[in-house]
Structures are given as C-alpha cells and as structure tokens.
C-alpha cells in the first residue's frame, strides 16, 4: 500500500511538472493577442508582459506544489481556496513589483482583497482555482466530472493545461488592475511598465475606462448568461498569441447564488426566448393562413375564371 501511494505521488508531482513546463515556455508567446475584448496585460510593454506571465506561472506552481505537500491536499485547496487563491494574487503583485523595483514591495491584503476585479474572480475560484488543483491530483475527480461531464469524462494534460493557462492570465489581469487602481499615479513606474502609447493620460483613461465597463459587463451580464448556458470562457496561451474559447461547464447550481442585476439578466434572457418562440408560432401560423388562402380561396377562384372563359369560347 505504502509503494502504492508513492507512485501515485510520484505521478502527480510529475503531471504537475510536465504540465507547467509547457505553460511556461509559452509565455515567451504572450506578446500577440488573438482574442477580442480588453485585456488588463495590454497595457504592459511586451517585455514586461513576460515577466508578469512569468511570475504568475511560477507562483501558481509554487503554490500547488505547497498544497500538494499537505496530508490531505484536496481537502487543504477545498476548506483554504479563497485564503490561498487570494495570498497567490498577493504574491504575484509582490514579486512582480519588487522585480521592478530591485527591493521587497509589501502589498496590503485588504487592497487586493477589495479590488473589483479581484471580487469578480472569487465569484468563480472554484472552476478557475481549484478544479485545476484537483484535476492534477486526481482526473477523474468528482470537483471535475461534476462540473465537465459528460462532455469530459476524464482531465487531460491538453485540459488541465488550458484552465491553467487561464487562470495565469487572469492572475495577471488581476495584477495590472491592481496596478493601475493603486499605482499609476507613479509616472516612472507608468514609463517603464507601459507601452508608448498609455504614456498619455487621455489614451491611460480610456483604456481604464473600457476594462471596468467591460469587467462589469461580465460580472452582471456575460457571467449569469454563461452559468445559464452551461459554458465558460478561457483565455489560453498559444506560441501565437492569447485567445479566448468557450467551453462547457456545468454550474447550474451557481444560478441559484445569483442576486439583483445578474438574476434579473437570467430573466430577461428567459422573457426573450419566451417571446421570441411565440414570434416565430405567430410566423408559423400567419404563413400557414397566407398558404391556405393562396391554395384554396385563390385557387377556387382562379378555377371559376378559368372555367368561364372556357364556357365563353364553346358559345
């Protein structure tokens, strides 16, 4: 039993390994962006781009690697998730900006904690933080056939990867915003982390403006109708870019948390397709009258002509 359960560590910690190796040799690949939408990482000069992807790679690994020394892990990630998932965002901010600066930067918890975008991740910690986690201890987890199956019997390398790739990237997202919230009033640090162009403070605004539009979007619209759909976006890292894909998921129990703006969105989608299947009975049934008058009251009509001009020319 005992060589059993080594083996099955020794596998996990290889998974572990083979998957974040990939990972990260793909953020030398983050620089194109093939994806709609904004994103908070475009704001960053390419190099710097791969430092922060960089980072987040290796805080997410080290991370999981800690977990994984625990008795129990899955049970750690399950009981712990938010304390981990928001100390992992913490700690990437800090060694991020400690890159830049040469020294310790020492980021509150309580601002992370508060920041809008941080708020928004939390709402899906589970599919973004966990289920990775657990799919790497265990594929046939029931954290994940709960939320894949039956279109994913099983997690993948090629899977986990992907939802990794995301969560990276949303870590990363999570980052910048932060940085531009409570940071960007520092103009050098703007010159050496942004590109050219955010420099001014017109064009810095407008980007700002167009992610938390885009971030409330999500959170109140975009978010309840994926849950109500049974789908979930990803970002996924490609040596040609970063691009956005759709996949199932099953958090229909997720519905049943919604309050206020997002519940009223599921209801508004649902008035929507209430009116729109009894628009197209009303099509139906209008093109089913216009074919019955067309075939049977014009068609008896055209007959009597026809029948009159025939008795006409026998006279």
């Known amino acids: 039993m005992a060589e059993l359960i080594l083996d099955s560590s ?38 710097k781009k ?13 991370t999981y690697t800690t977990i994984l020394s625990d008795k129990n892990p899955q049970q750690t990630i399950n009981e712990k998730s938010e304390r981990l998932f928001l100390y992992l965002i913490k700690g990437t901010c800090e060694d991020f900006l400690t890159k830049q600066y040469g020294y310790k930067i020492h980021v509150p918890m309580y601002q992370v904690k508060k920041l809008l ?27 994940f056939t709960k939320l894949y199956s039956p279109i ?22 999570c980052t910048i915003y932060f940085l531009m919230t409570k940071w960007s009033s520092i103009y050098a640090l703007r010159q050496t982390l942004y590109k050219v162009k955010f420099l001014s403070l017109r ?48 958090r229909s129990n997720d519905i049943n948390l919604l309050k206020n703006l997002p519940l009223l969105t599921i209801l508004l989608v649902e008035i929507r397709d209430f009116l729109v299947s009894r ?16 075939t049977s009251v014009l068609g008896q009509f055209l007959g009597l002509i026809w029948r009159g001009i025939i008795e006409g020319l026998k006279k």
């Not at 596998?11 to 194109?32: D, H, W």
């Not at 980007?207 to 975009?222: D, G």
């Open 10 to 47: 020794v596998n996990v910690n290889e998974r572990l390994a083979t998957i974040f190796s990939r990972v990260l040799y793909k953020t030398n690949f983050g620089n194109k962006k093939g994806t709609q939408g904004v994103l908070s990482l475009d704001l960053l000069k390419n190099d």
């Open 203 to 250: 064009n810095f605004e407008r980007f700002r403006n167009n992610l938390v539009w885009q971030l409330n979007v999500k959170t109140y619209i975009e978010r309840p109708i994926e849950l109500y759909n049974n789908s979930f976006n990803i970002y996924v890292l490609r040596v040609n870019g970063i691009y956005r894909r759709k996949i199932f998921a099953n």
């Open 152 to 173: 994913y019997s099983s997690a993948s390398n090629t899977l986990i990867e992907a939802l990794i790739d995301n969560l990276i990237i949303e870590i990363s997202n």
């Open 279 to 294: 628009f197209d009975e009303l099509i139906y049934f209008v093109s089913k009258g216009v074919r019955f008058t067309f």
């Open 117 to 143: 975008y941080t708020k928004s991740l939390l709402q899906d910690k589970e599919i973004l933080f966990q289920t990775p986690f657990n799919s790497i201890l265990d594929p046939e987890s029931p954290t």
């Open 50 to 62: 791969r430092e922060l992807l960089t980072i987040a790679t290796t805080r997410l690994e080290k």
